[in-house]
């Protein structure tokens, strides 16, 4: 049973493989993107380590000057994706998109490296990435914090790897549709439109990229210039993570400046981070910086920062808002609250389950000590599987598979969970 469910899990890598990069899917991403990239070598790892590596570097070749690792890596064209290189414009020579995301590559080649059984190549590999992983956090807190404040912002919901979540909406609201030029999407030939944002999403999103654009994607000017700022715990909580475990990495290479630049990152921003607790919804919120207030808003955003090192106060209450959830819902961890009138089950990140945000949750609860939830939630990933095989995203009411089929990071996902407890075990 687990040993058919990892060689399935397998095929699908196989599948998605260009060679030296992953696809998401086939057909809806056709490219490579960064933070799938990142997950998805953990499960590589398992079974060619030399393949994982070869993930991340690809990821890393791509690195802009100013140490930015951007969103999407375009190596081949394809015109069954929007936005494509011409609206993103950014004048690389491998075309790539001018935003980032999630920065969990720290985190993968740290686990990757401590779990490698080519040591050689391991230390090789992490060696060369250690000052590309570092220079990319520095320009988070350098240009995503220019105030210091020790958290960073994101300027587009698409760097949140969250991208329709119900935490933008207001925010949103102040960004405008008015001079958006004429586009069609891609995305709803490949996915059921009732599963996806909405067209008006889509030109905010629009604006957004034509407003960065028109300022020559210069990072120094990008933050303040976006009307979309926002504070996301889960994003942060996913950079104090990979800053920790390269401070980790960093010792064990011998490398004690980046150790210690690293660490001292990620201390500020987790004292930072408690500025984000709701007592109100028993998690962390976001907060919108261009207007200085907090983001009622109940989502998984603020329970995957249980991925970072918080306190074990704070890790508890967590798993006890996880189990509240859990009385509303038949599948953990819905990525919306289902009790408010903003959820919605099917569509996107508005409601489905992930089972890379999962992964992350129960990485981080088992980490603190919690670790029956941790084990739900891992159970509670291999049942939607069973269930519904290696979809994008899960109902977490009937387990029904969404958006696009034989996903590269749910599969590896599913390899990490069964393969993790089996070394564990
Ligand atoms: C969607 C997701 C994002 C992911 C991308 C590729 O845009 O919201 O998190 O990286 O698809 O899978």
Redesign the pocket.
């Known amino acids: 049973m687990t040993h058919d469910m990892i060689e399935q899990a397998k095929a699908v890598l196989r599948r998605n493989d260009r060679g030296t990069y992953t696809v ?2 086939h057909g ?2 056709p490219f490579q ?4 990239s990142a997950l998805s070598a953990l499960g590589f790892a398992h079974f060619d380590e030399a393949r994982a590596w070869t993930e991340i570097e690809t990821l890393f070749a791509h690195q802009w000057d100013d140490g930015m690792v951007p ?2 890596i375009f190596h081949e064209l394809d015109d069954g994706y929007f936005p494509g290189p011409d609206v993103w414009a950014t004048a690389r020579p491998v075309s790539t998109s001018g935003i980032t ?2 920065p969990v590559a720290g985190f993968a080649v740290r686990r990757i490296f401590g779990r490698a059984t080519d040591k050689a190549l391991a230390a090789e590999k992490a060696r060369a990435l250690l000052p590309r992983i570092h220079a990319w956090h520095q320009w988070f807190f350098a240009n995503r914090d220019p105030q210091g404040t020790g958290l960073v912002a994101i300027i587009h919901p ?1 760097e ?5 979540s119900v935490d933008w909406d207001a925010a949103f609201e102040r960004v405008p549709t008015e001079g958006v030029e004429p586009f069609t999407r891609r995305d709803t030939s490949h996915a059921n439109p009732e599963h996806r944002p909405t067209d008006e999403q889509y030109k905010r999103y629009i604006w957004l990229v034509q407003k960065f654009r028109s300022l020559g994607w210069d990072n120094s000017e990008l933050h303040d210039a976006s009307p979309f700022r926002i504070v996301d715990p889960g994003f942060n909580a996913i950079l104090i993570r990979s800053c920790v475990d390269l401070a980790d990495l960093a010792t064990a290479l011998g490398e004690t400046r980046i150790a210690a630049q690293s660490q001292a990152m990620a201390d500020k921003a987790i004292v930072a981070m408690d500025t984000l607790w709701s007592d109100k919804r028993g998690q962390y919120v976001c907060y919108d910086r261009a207007i200085g207030a907090l983001i009622d808003s109940p989502s998984i955003g603020g329970i995957l920062a249980a991925f970072a090192p918080i306190p074990q106060a704070r890790a508890k209450a967590i798993s006890a808002r996880i189990d509240a959830l859990s009385q509303n819902c038949n599948y953990l961890v819905p990525s919306h609250d289902p009790t408010v009138p903003e959820f919605d089950a099917l569509r ?2 508005r409601g489905p389950i ?1 089972l ?1 945000v999962n992964y992350m949750i129960s990485d981080g609860l088992e980490r603190c000590g919690e670790t029956v939830m941790a084990d739900r939630i891992n159970a509670d990933c291999l049942r939607l599987i069973e269930k519904s095989g290696f979809a ?1 995203y899960y109902g977490p009411m009937g387990a029904e598979p969404c ?2 089929d034989q ?3 749910t599969a590896a996902m599913v390899i990490e969970i069964l393969k993790s407890h089996e070394i564990a075990a």
């Open positions: 998401p899917t809806l991403y993107w960064n933070w799938d969103h999407i995301q999630p698409w949140s790897g969250r991208d329709n996107y990140w992930w890379i994008e958006g696009g996903f590269t990071w």
